[in-house]
Structure formats: C-alpha cells, structure tokens
C-alpha cells in the first residue's frame, strides 16, 4: 500500500504527484472557458495532434540518435499542438460544415500520423500507449520543469486575464461590438488548451485530457452556481481526483488517465444525485456571464 511519505521521498511517484497537482490546477481553468464557448471537444482534437507531434519528437530523436528515444517527444507535442490549436481556431470560422470535416480530418489525421511517423522513426503502435492512456514510470525530471513552466503560463494567462477571456466567451458578438480582440481571445483560449494537453499527456494521457478539462466543471456545476465559483470547484475535484488517481495507479497496475477520468465521473455522478435530492430553487447554469460572477 502507498504511503503518503512514499509519494514525497521516491522520485518514480514524487514527479507525477507534482505533474498531477499542476494538471488539476490548470486543466478546469481551461475547460471553464472550453464549456462557456461550447468546445468540448477542443481538447480531444488536441490531444490527437498531439500524437503526431510526440511521432515527431521521436523521429526528430533517432536522427540524432537521442537518449532516450523519446526525449524530443514532448517538446514535438507542444510544437503539434501548438500549431493544431491555431489551425483549429482558424477553421471555426470557415462556416459549420466546413469546419465540422476540417475538424475531423485534424483529429484523425493526428493519431493516423502518429502511427505512421512512429512507425518511420523504428518504433511501434506500442510505443505511443503511455501518451495515449498516460503512464506513472515515463515521468521524468525534464518533463516536471516543462510541466511546471506551462502551468504557470496557464494559470497566469487563464486568472490574470480572467475578466477579458469571460467576456468575449459569454457572449461573443456583444463583446466584438464592445471592441473586445474576440479572435485574438479565442486563440488565446486555445492555446491554453494547447498548454494543457502536453502538461497532461505523460500522466492522463491524450486521449482523455479533454474529460479532465470538461468533467470536473461540469461535476462544479451540478454543485455551485457562478463562474468564479464554478472554476475554483472544478480545480479542487480536478486535483483530488488526479492525487486519488495516482495513488490508486500506484497500487494497482492500472492506466492512470482512465482512473482520474473515472473519478471525476464519479464526482460528476454524485454530485447529479446531490442535486436531485436536495434542487435548488431557481437554479442557473453554473458557469455564467461575466456580470454573474461571485
């Protein structure tokens, strides 16, 4: 059984106890804004393009004959993600069908690339699991500092800016006829989410960081109402259930992305229970304009 002393002193659970920490901090923040704006699915695109950019970084690696393989692998997921959120964010505005097979075409050809690319750098399917479903033993020194550094971009961005990222997400159209930069805004919010996903890859892993941005806001808004208070819920589910997760994983062999999303369900669950037991008059949407804001 895992100690809370065993997370502190041994650096195979000390350096994804830190990254878990960070990633529930900073990934509610983003999906408060994600969920405003109706893009739940942002960061599962991401996540995707991600893929193709850990491929890279791998590539990128054995042509340099890196130690180890992977160690250009999550600078290449910034670098893909980087350039996938503003692609994104770009083919939004083309019109709704456009950007719906515009979209499809990112997300699938993101993972269809990884493969290949991964393939090409003399690796497997096998090799990309851990960024796929996240993993506690591939976390490295290296890969706290960045996980450390994009936080503090996320959280200073995502809070220092909170009052302009709100307006323009409440209500887009009222905040472009006020002046407001709305597409500078919007690419701001993506690539936060961006951030989010390699910060996230190597212990929730790219194919669920989006529900770790989504579900926690969602469980705060079964349980408060206002959006301050809605992000500053999320944040508390999001580091309690990725801190129980990795305990959980550490215990037992299993994929530690899969048991964090699970909680954060389970949350979500508890708190729709909560809310049917004991409704609240009058209640509103948690996460409202900038004006309702506690």
Not at 48 to 55: E, I, K, P, Q
């Amino acid at each position: 059984m895992i100690s809370p002393l065993d997370l502190l002193t041994s650096d195979v659970l000390r350096y994804p106890l830190i990254i878990a920490v960070l990633i529930g901090l900073t990934a509610p923040v983003v999906g408060t804004f994600l969920v405003q704006k109706k893009l739940s699915l942002l960061g599962d695109g991401l996540g995707h393009v991600a893929l193709t950019g850990v491929a890279v970084g791998w590539l990128v690696g054995a042509w340099l004959a890196a130690s180890p393989a992977d160690l250009l692998a999550i600078p290449g997921a910034l670098v893909a993600s980087m350039i996938g959120a503003i692609a994104i964010e770009y083919v939004r505005e083309i019109g709704h069908t456009s950007r719906d097979v515009a979209l499809a075409i990112l997300f699938y050809g993101g993972i269809a690339g990884g493969v290949v690319i991964i393939k090409l750098a003399g690796g497997t399917s096998q090799s990309l699991m851990g960024y796929l479903f996240g993993s506690l033993s591939t976390v490295t020194g290296p890969d706290v500092v960045i996980a450390v550094v994009l936080a503090v971009v996320v959280l200073g961005i995502g809070l220092g800016l909170n009052g302009l990222l709100a307006a323009v997400t409440s209500d887009e159209e009222f905040a472009r006829a006020s002046g407001l930069p709305v597409r500078a805004v919007n690419v701001l919010i993506a690539m936060m989410a961006a951030l989010t996903v390699t910060l996230s890859m190597r212990i929730v892993g790219a194919l669920m960081v989006s529900a770790l941005m989504i579900v926690p806001v969602a469980a705060a808004q079964t349980l408060v109402v206002g959006f301050a208070r809605t992000m500053r819920t999320a944040m508390v589910i999001a580091v309690v259930c990725a801190v129980a997760g990795l305990v959980i994983t550490a215990s037992v062999d299993l994929p530690p992305g899969g048991v964090i999303v699970l909680l954060t369900i389970g949350v979500y669950v508890l708190g729709l229970v909560v809310k049917a037991v004991l409704p609240t008059p009058s209640r509103r949407t948690a996460v409202e304009t900038p004006q309702a804001r506690a």
